[in-house]
Structures are given as C-alpha cells and as structure tokens.
C-alpha cells in the first residue's frame, strides 16, 4: 500500500484510480485546469463524463491549485496529462519534489517538440521533472475497459526495472495485469509510432468501401517489421514491439480510434483539410497521428535515420504534410521488399 | 515463361490462374469430382461461383480424368486443392510424375493425419509425391481480391530457396508479390497455427457484445508469442512468424473468415455443438481451426512439446472437444505472464 498520485483528470487518468484504489493504497487525483468541468461533475457525484463510471469514493480529488499538497503526499506519481502537458507538469514536478526523488510513471503518449528538440514522454519526464525514476506506462488500455474492471495488460518499463516492479506491487489486480520491461526506448516509440501506423491502415481500409484485405493484412505485417527496424535501430529491442507495447496496442489502434477513423476519411477520398475539419465536427478529439507523423520524422532524423528505415512513416507524413496522393501508400507498400 | 499446372479449381486455385496467366506462362487449371460443378460454369462462359470474375481465357481446363496428361505438360505444379486431398493427390503426382522431378507448390493449410501421423501440408507433398522440390506458399491472400488482381502479398518457402524463387520469377506480378524464404516450417506452422487462434479470438470478441477489446488486443500480442515459441521450438524462425505469413495471416484470418465467426458463435452463449450447426446452416463450410485444434496438439504432442509451450492452443482445444466453458478463455490469458 502507497500513497498513488495520479496527475491529470481524463480518461486514463480517472480510469487508473481505479485499479490504484483496490489495494488500499491512497490515491490521489490531481485536475488540470483543462479538466475542471470533470472536477465539478464529479463533485457533484456524477460518473465521470467520459469513461461513465463512478470513480471510487476513496479517492482524493485535488483541484489544479493543490498541486503542491497533491505531489507532497505522494509515494508513488502517475502522470495521465495529455502529451503537450508532460513538459509543463514535469517543470511543475520538478519544483515541487524539491528534492525528493519520487518514481514517476508516465502514461502519455507521442513524441513532442520541448524547447525545440523532438523527444519521447520519459525522455521529457527524465529531462524535467528532476527525478531518475522513470517507467513508462504501455500496452493496449481503452480506459473505458479498464475502469469496467475489464482484463487490461499493460507494461511499466524502467531502465532499472525495480522502478516498474515498484509500480506493479501496488497497482496491479486480478483484472489490470502489468508486466515489466527495461525497454523504455521501445515501448515511447511504439507508442508513438502506432498512431500514424494506424492512420495509414485508415486509409487503406477507407478506399474503395475496404476491399482490400490482403493489403491491409500485408500492411499490419510490413507495419510490424518497420517498427521494429525503427526501435532496434535506436537501441530498443525488436521483441518489445511484437509484444503487448507493440503489436498489442497498434491492433487496438487501427481497430478503433481516432486515427484510423482520420485515415478513412482520406482513404474515402476527403483531403486532409477536409478530414481534419470532419473529425472535428464529430468532436472526436485531437488526431495524434497527424502531429506525430512530424515530430517522429524529427526525431528519427536528428538520430540519423531516414526514409529508407521507415518507408511507410514517412509515406504517411507525405500524404497528410506535403500533399502527396493517398494513392502513393499503395506504391510504397508493392514496392517493399519484404 | 513456363507451363504451370494448377490443381483444385476451388477460390483459390483458381484465382492463382490470374497472376500465372499474366506472364505469357501456359496455364492450365485441373478439377476433382468435388470441382465439376464448377467445370461446368466455367465451361459455360459464366464467372467462377466462389470469386465471381471469368478466368484468363487462355487457362485450359483439365476435368478429372485428365490428370495425367494435365502433369506431363506441366513444368511447375501449384497444388491447391483441400487439406485432405493433399494425401490422395500427392500420390496421384508420385505415379503421374514418374521419375520426373517437378517442382510443386502447396497452398494447402493445416495439420492433417496421414496413415495415422500428424503433418504439415509440405510434409505430405514431400513425403508422398517424390518430388524432393516442395515449395510452401503462405500469407494473407482472399481469392477474390487476388482475383480481382488487389495488391497481394504472399511468402513462397522452400529448404534450398530457389525453388520457390523458380516461382517468382514466373508468378510474380504487380499487384501479386512474391517473397522467398527458405522457412518451410515456420510458415506451414504458422498457416495451420492462426485458424484455432483466430476461434480464441472469435470467443473473446463475441462475449458480451464485444466489449472486451483491452483483452482481445493482449491476445493478439500473446498469440504472436505463443506462436513464435512454437515455431521456434520446432525448428522454425520467429521473424516468420512477425511476418506475411504469420501475423499477416493472424490478422486476415481474425478479422473475417469462418474461424473467428465460429468463435463468435461459441463467445455469444452457443455450444460448440450448436455452434457447428449453426455454421453449417450458414453454409459458409468448414471450420478448419475445429479440427486442427486437435491434429495440432497431436503434431506438437508427437515432437515432445505440451501444454507448457501453447496454453492458448491447449485452452482452444479443451473448449472445442473437452467441454471446457468458453471463460477458461480469460482465466487461461489472464494467468499468462507477460
């Protein structure tokens, strides 16, 4: 038993408190500014607004200005913020440990620019927040399942793996199971490359009413192998990307989502301003992929990687940045040598 | 250019003729008496029953009794007719072929008992028709869309890999890719491998409505491990596994397909013996993985490996035939490590 605090109020994070809260461990959950309609409704005793379940009544809501009294209490830190909140909220961090070096695990996702360089959330996490104790949360988690008590698998990865296994004492249960890695390299850019990978399986799927099968099942494969080459060519390991972080989170990824939802549109023959403009007025939310195609060419490159390590990557970055066809997809992937 | 002899005129060895008659190959296409009803169609100028498009009309077809004339013209042999007919028709070629050593490629899936021993389709080719040049194909390929000339992407495999490149050089087109790997193990395993997983995958999706898509992502994920495990122990690769032919294959065959519909069947409340009926009443075939489940075990079983290595498969197979309740499913999954 520990005392959890999970930093950022949406889907995930409320989804977390759950599992957090059913080893009597205290748990804390801290609200962005952005998320306080949630903290009002919540308050109020309603279920929380997007993933429909009440949170468990043990848990301590903290509201943006609690910050520092939220973090002092805590044993163990989450941080669930969106992507673009995991450099503010880590400088936050950093002040408020003032020296204490409490283990972080960061659940967000992507690659972000922070003061102009592209790096991975426990790249940025390690960077800013002043702790070394890092894990990196992955593995296919719909928060909806998960707060629904539904089987979830999930890694926590730390270079030093006694940090995961920290987590995992506390925080796992008969239906959140997590297995522990030192891949944390593989496990961010798996996590970060499966939303434009499943864009590109959108866009597939989305030409011609989806007669294409055999090229969507080709692609998954030929998706697989570049991700692999990506993640051993940078140091990780090609195993943690046929795995739960891997291939586990892409198929829940291309299955449903927004990004295969973005790529469909384009598939189905929407530009991409088109397609951005719909998704936004289905009011599904931001489409990481989109952003991410970029800031992962960043950051390949600035790692001396390039096209010929990542065809489908950068083919995708070509349809949605440089108005390329989406036709091009097709060319890049008969032309793989497999 | 060659003379390729494809034999069963069932979907897919009938949509082989397309590629193989794109390259001024000679191309003739032989029927068992289960085919003669579609002898006739064809015959009569109508599109094929099962892929619905017209065969290349230099393809010449050759009925039953033909068999012999069919072979000596033959300088390339493609044997896709059902699993079980893989036994009689490899010793049919063993007579027709008389000393001759033509090369023959099997399209076949499973694990089939001949005179009473568990084998792969390349084995029984191998051990029965005398030619020493067998050559695997496997990856994601639906007939109709190959038929419909849809990009397609397959793996041909032979122990001295240029047999199967002896086929590239006159299959491939461009929408029907050819990779060469000399894994005929790997990808026979695999192809027999995906039907009982893709009935694990069915079961899960069909509980509840399909609300368990944490739990189907992880499976995915675990799968791949178990299969690549068992290949592994077997003297195959991983990375086939990783590949077209094995979680290319996975993929497809999960996705669509009569396996994972059985599955679904059996996860929405069904029995296995109503589930049976209930396919049958669909008229969509046979259940390949229902078979296999257990012809696999036995294949595993003869080669020293046990419950240990494929408690997914073993977890199958004691829900098809043991009367397990399907939930032994999620308790077998959520007991994994990692």
Same mark, same amino acid.
């Given at each position: ?26 748990? +804390? ?41 939220? !973090? ?31 283990? !972080? ?5 992507g690659i972000e620019l922070v003061e102009g360089e ?36 999930? !890694? ?72 692999? +080459? ?21 198929? !829940? ?9 973005? +790529? ?24 990481? +992929? ?13 790692r001396g990687l390039g096209r010929g390590d990542a ?28």
């Open positions: 038993m520990a005392g959890i605090l999970i930093l950022g109020a949406g889907a995930m994070g409320a989804a977390l408190t759950v599992p957090a809260a059913e080893n009597n461990n205290e748990v +804390g959950l801290w609200f962005t500014e952005y998320d306080l309609g949630i903290y009002e409704a919540l308050r109020r005793g309603e279920p929380h607004p997007r993933i429909r379940v009440r949170l468990p009544s043990s848990v301590r809501l903290y509201r943006p200005e609690e910050f520092d009294e939220a !973090v002092e209490a805590a044993d163990l830190l989450i941080l669930a913020v969106s992507s673009q909140g995991v450099y503010p909220v880590s400088r936050m961090l950093s002040r408020a440990m003032s020296g204490r070096d409490v283990p !972080v695990a960061v659940v967000s996702k592209p790096m991975t959330m426990a790249e940025v996490v390690a960077k800013y927040s002043g702790t070394r104790r890092v894990v990196y949360v992955s593995g296919p988690s719909l928060a909806a399942e998960l707060a629904a008590r539904r089987p979830t698998f999930t !890694v926590y990865s730390s270079e030093d793996r006694v940090y995961a296994e920290g987590f995992r004492e506390v925080m796992e249960t008969s239906y959140y199971r997590i297995s522990v890695s030192d891949d944390v390299l593989g496990a961010s850019l798996s996590a970060a490359l499966k939303n434009p990978y499943a864009i590109a399986y959108g866009i597939i799927d989305g030409m011609e009413g989806g007669g294409y099968n055999n090229l969507k099942a080709a692609l998954v494969a030929h998706i697989l192998g570049e991700m692999a +080459g990506i993640v051993e060519r940078l140091g990780g390991r090609r195993e943690t990307v046929y795995g739960l972080s891997g291939i586990g989170d892409v198929y !829940v990824t291309m299955m449903g989502g927004r990004n295969s939802m973005f +790529g469909r549109l384009i598939g189905s023959g929407l530009t991409v301003g088109e397609a951005l403009r719909e998704m936004e007025r289905r009011g599904v939310g931001v489409v990481e +992929g989109y952003r991410n195609s970029e800031t992962l060419i960043r950051y390949l490159e600035a065809p489908i990557l950068y083919t995708v970055y070509e349809i949605l940045h440089k108005g390329a066809p989406k036709e091009v997809l097709i060319k890049t992937l008969t032309s793989l040598k497999s």
